[in-house]
């Protein structure tokens, strides 16, 4: 009875005595949905929320982060099907804008009630929400747009997120947030409710923080904790937390600052290679190789025709995410992320000289398969290096500089294809995508199999 009593248990060790059940099911349902809004309603500027959004749920809750995120998505999507200028239409997507910056927050969540055994796999399922996004919205583009115009597309898109408002009562707060702010009994209560759904019990004893634990008690080879002279060195951020200042000086704590450099430079290059690739689908698979004006006039002219290839070139990314869920748990993270960017460097590379048709649709899906694989791995990997109280900070700035990235390919690399220099642009986007692949490749550790951390990881 006494052992019982003073039997203690961690968040992961309920998750990994829970497995994968019906509670986690309805949370990827919810978490997939945010998704599939997010992917249908991406913007340009949305990387302005994607920081912001980071620290308000790192500090206030992971709920509260995509509960407002939903609001502002829903609200002022719909609201811009109805804006009457050209002014109030980009002040209203501007706000959709800020609001999808919060869609890492819904990763990060849903992340933080997988069993660490098979949370690869699982986040490149909650991955393919975001394919079923873009193939949802280029089929309500083909079938919308030339009948009925622009402003019942917009109202469409709008949907999802107002899914996530009907649904958001039912959503359980993150046990792991909930246990690294002293909200023990809360987070009991979350998991409780986790083992009913699963028809399981959860390990006997009472819950305790991991930050409460001495790295003896915890295998090494399964945790990213660090050693006991260095969690001495480790005191916790109380008092207020100004703008997310003292959240951004934590990512470049000499700690974290390697994984935190190398991953913006992994999502910026990420970004801007598959942006730049879904550009290129349209630029060079229409015959528009050599400059020639009236083809140019022409592609853009048939809009049903654009429409249709938009739709078919998003498959692609299907067979992408089954090659990441395959690699992603029995390679591992770097050598799956590595791997892809490096193969995708292997496809373009016939394109900096001219080719027939075939062969740039078979260069360009491929190079696509490849750079959608990694991108969904490098999702994975984010949220796992950071610890809990930085986890949806550390990926929503991460995001941020990747959606720079997207803003900068068209207004780079594209433009050359427009001003026949497609040799440079490519050779552009084979620099990139391998420097992507080299920083990669200097990750400090491995995070398969690991268990998520609460506190700063040993990055030396």
Not at 355 to 361: V, Y
Request: net charge negative; proline share 3%.
């Amino acid at each position: 009875m006494e052992d019982e009593q003073s039997a203690t248990y961690t968040v992961d060790d309920a998750l990994l005595s829970s497995g994968f059940g019906r509670f986690q099911i309805l949370i990827l349902s919810y978490a997939g949905i945010g998704l599939i809004a997010e992917a249908m309603e991406m913007m340009l500027l949305s990387f302005v929320g994607a920081y912001s959004w980071g620290v308000v749920s790192d500090n206030y809750g992971r709920r509260k982060g995509f509960f407002f995120t939903a609001i502002m998505t829903s609200g002022a999507g719909f609201l811009s099907s109805f804006a009457p200028n050209y002014l109030s239409l980009m002040a209203l997507r501007f706000v959709v804008g800020v609001g999808l910056g919060g869609g890492p927050v819904l990763g990060s969540w849903f992340l933080e009630f997988v069993p660490a055994p098979t949370r690869g796999t699982w986040m490149v399922i909650f991955s393919a929400f975001w394919t079923v996004g873009t193939i949802l919205e280029a089929s309500l583009a083909w079938a919308v747009m030339p009948k009925f115009g622009w402003r019942l597309l917009l109202a469409l898109s709008s949907a999802p997120s107002f899914l996530l408002l009907l649904f958001y009562a039912a959503t359980p707060e993150s046990p792991r947030f909930l246990c690294t702010k002293g909200r023990i009994t809360e987070a009991v209560e979350v998991l409780e409710k986790m083992a009913r759904l699963n028809n399981v019990q959860l390990p006997a004893g009472r819950l305790v923080s991991e930050k409460n634990i001495e790295l003896d008690e915890v295998s090494e080879s399964a945790t990213l904790l660090t050693d006991d002279k260095e969690k001495d060195d480790i005191k916790d951020d109380e008092g207020s937390n100004f703008g997310g200042f003292k959240s951004v000086s934590k990512l470049l704590s000499p700690k974290l600052m390697r994984a935190t450099l190398l991953l913006w430079m992994a999502f910026f290059g990420n970004a801007f290679s598959y942006y730049g690739i879904v550009l290129l689908t349209s630029e060079l698979s229409n015959g528009n190789r050599i400059c020639a004006k009236q083809e140019v006039e022409s592609v853009h002219s048939n809009n049903s025709s654009l429409y249709k290839n938009v739709f078919i070139s998003s498959f692609a990314e299907i067979p992408g995410s089954f090659l990441s869920a395959m690699v992603v748990d029995r390679f591992g993270r770097k050598l799956s992320m590595a791997s892809m960017l490096f193969t995708s460097c292997v496809f373009l590379f016939p394109l900096i000289f001219s080719q027939t048709d075939i062969l740039t649709r078979i260069s360009l899906f491929g190079a696509r398969l490849c750079i959608s694989a990694s991108f969904t791995i490098v999702y994975i990997y984010a949220p796992e290096i950071y610890p809990t109280s930085v986890r949806t900070t550390g990926i929503g700035i991460a995001s941020s500089v990747g959606r720079i990235g997207g803003i900068l390919c068209p207004l780079v690399a594209v433009a050359l294809v427009h001003n026949c220099q497609q040799t440079t642009a490519i050779l552009l986007f084979e620099l990139v995508v391998f420097l992507s692949g080299v920083a990669v490749m200097f990750f400090p550790f491995e995070t398969k199999g690991c268990r998520l951390n609460d506190n700063e990881a040993d990055l030396n």
